[in-house]
């Protein structure tokens, strides 16, 4: 996916230019990765996303997680959903 589909992406135009920026930036760092390494990437993005101070919405964060997986093997979409929702599970630990 490139910068300039991500800016025509109907589903994330109602994003400010900030987090569209971010998003931007995080989805070409995704798409330059190899496969091999993809899910290592992956992870470093949702780190990155979750240490940084613009924060998303949960509705946006799903938007995100969409777009980010959207070109990645099924394998790999299992896997990315299957660390979000540890990811979340351990957030939601006290």
Known sequence: MNQKSIHQDQR????????LTR???LAEQLSNTP??????????????????????SSNEQD????VLTE??????????MMIRR??????KTP
């Open 23 to 25: 998003l931007t930036k």
């Open 35 to 56: 496969d091999n390494k993809k899910m290592s990437t992956f992870l470093s993005i949702l780190q990155e996303m979750r240490s940084s101070d613009l924060s998303f």
């Open 86 to 91: 540890l990811s979340s599970q351990l957030t």
């Open 12 to 19: 994330l135009h109602h994003l400010d230019p900030e987090r």
């Open 71 to 80: 070109h990645m093997s099924d394998q790999e979409k299992q896997k990315a």
């Open 63 to 66: 938007l995100l997680f969409t």
